[in-house]
């Protein structure tokens, strides 16, 4: 079954403790994107990948970290989270190009406290 | 740059219909549709290309207007199963947006019966 696989779903942190966000997905897609969704405001692209250990921002990267290093994983690095970072955050994958279906992971809500 | 969606909500009875518009300020290649129920993830509608083509799924529809920027999203006799929140995203036709999905801020969808 095509997927696209978060970890953990939901996460209690303290603020300042580094945490990571894994993401897996088994469709060979090329581009795997980062998104947080905060009430309101929809949601609002972080990072980026066209493919293996090409990554870029999106529209708000500030606080987090990611990186590139297979095909299938994309994990999402909180350095020293912030409560300012709770939120819902999906992960994301597509075949490279434009004008093709993006694939949603199930979300994970994290909250810094 | 986000989209703009309006309205950002709506509340309809069973039967009735809806239309949800996103109009983007820049040069757009695709308009992808996308509709969330709470806490989950977001699920995929459809796809427009430039070209200014209609599509439909049962009783959803939309249309993309290339030279206005602009798609909107047709909801026909609401059902209960309609509620949600609908987002739209924008492909740019080119340069650094080619390929780069943003989505709006999102309209929330209530149908009563």
């Known amino acids: 079954e095509a997927q696209v696989t978060q970890n953990p779903r939901y996460l209690i942190t303290v603020t300042g403790k580094k945490l990571t966000v894994t993401c897996s997905q088994n469709m060979n897609h090329e581009y795997m994107s980062w998104y947080r969704q905060d009430p309101g405001l929809g949601l609002r692209q972080i990072y980026y990948s066209m493919n293996v250990e090409v990554t870029d921002k999106g529209d708000v990267p500030e606080g987090y970290k990611v990186s590139r290093k297979e095909k299938r994983n994309f994990p999402l690095i909180l350095e020293s989270p912030s409560p300012n970072q709770t939120s819902l955050y999906f992960c994301?994958?597509?075949?490279?190009?434009?004008?093709?279906?993006?694939?949603f992971g199930e979300g994970s809500w994290l909250t810094v406290v | 740059q986000q989209p703009v969606q309006s309205p950002q909500a709506v509340i309809l009875r069973e039967g009735e219909d809806a239309v949800i518009n996103c109009s983007s300020s820049k040069a757009l290649y695709s308009v992808h549709w996308y509709r969330q129920k709470h806490g989950e993830a977001p699920v995929f509608l459809m796809i427009?290309?430039?070209?200014?083509e209609q599509k439909g799924h049962e009783k959803i529809s939309a249309s993309f207007n290339e030279k206005k920027q602009q798609s909107s999203l047709y909801l026909t006799a609401s059902q209960l199963s309609y509620s949600g929140t609908y987002f739209c995203?924008?492909?740019?036709?080119?340069?650094?947006?080619?390929?780069?999905?943003?989505f709006g801020q999102g309209t929330i969808l209530t149908v009563h019966p």
């Open positions: 427009l290309l430039k070209g200014g």
């Open positions: 995203g924008t492909e740019g036709a080119g340069g650094t947006s080619y390929g780069k999905l943003t």
């Open positions: 994301a994958s597509r075949t490279q190009g434009a004008g093709n279906t993006i694939y």
